[in-house]
């Protein structure tokens, strides 16, 4: 089973999509941010960290509403990441349609 929350295997995804310097700058800035969010909402910085991190991991190669998270949810989901952090990290796409109602979803949407 995959450990979702592990750092190392979200950057490896990361840097397998992503090249360009200042998209991995804004996947640190936002991975950072999700962190703070959840200590001070009493939730796993762990889990929202690697949200934050891999929320724009296949906008380089993907970069069109028709691609960008769907393209990537299809790749979270076959690398085994759980559904609630596939759809956080989709629904942060307001073309996506999907409500934001939990925590980290609204945190990431305002990122």
Known sequence: MLDYKNRDLAMQLLTEYTE???LLKH???VEAAMRAYAKKYGEDPEEWGVVGLLHDFDYEKYPTPAEHTIVGAKILREKGYPEHVVYAISSHADYNGLKREKP???ALFCL
Do not use: L
């Open 20 to 22: 360009n310097p200042n």
């Open 27 to 29: 996947a640190y800035a």
């Open 104 to 106: 980290m979803e609204k």
